[in-house]
């Protein structure tokens, strides 16, 4: 029950600070300032909306990129529901399908994801969210608590 209310709490929080970030990059780029730093040395707040996934991948999709997108995230849901990993990772799962979501939101809301960080730090990257942010922090964590309980299996393995 505690991992539970964890996942629903990160989701709903994280969801929620990304449609309202969304919606002010979106106001700043319509003329309402919420901050002055517009264009930065590393990154620019400019609005794109993206029809397609990762780097405008499947943007050829259209409309049905949305549905195909809800399936997938409705069975990553169900997934991880059976088969229990959320009470091992309900704080990094929650922070994954609250960003899943908030993108998904956009596409119904918006016919394209808002996308609003353009980093050119060193190199140019994608423009990006939060809700991208949380997604792969969300993998990350996943990834590096995996690892490290691999490790620790095997260390106890080898004595």
Do not use: P
Not at 33 to 56: P, Q
């Amino acid at each position: 029950m505690r991992s539970l209310l964890i996942f629903f709490l990160v989701a709903v929080g994280t969801f929620i600070i990304d449609q309202n970030l969304k919606v002010m990059a979106m106001d700043a780029v319509n003329g309402i300032e919420y901050s002055t730093i517009l264009k930065g040395t590393c990154i620019d707040l400019e609005l794109h909306y993206n029809r397609g996934v990762a780097f405008s991948m499947l943007a050829f999709l259209g409309d049905n990129l949305k549905w195909v997108q809800l399936t997938l995230i409705l069975g990553i849901v169900a997934y991880v529901f059976y088969d229990g990993y959320l009470k091992q990772h309900a704080f990094a799962i929650g922070l994954i399908l609250g960003g899943a979501f908030g993108n998904l939101y956009d596409r119904f809301i918006h016919e394209g994801v808002v996308d609003y960080v353009a980093w050119h730090c060193g190199f140019n990257f994608a423009v990006f969210n939060y809700a991208d942010v949380m997604i792969d922090l969300g993998v990350a964590i996943i990834l590096l608590f995996t690892y490290l309980e691999y490790r620790k299996e095997k260390k106890e393995s080898m004595k």
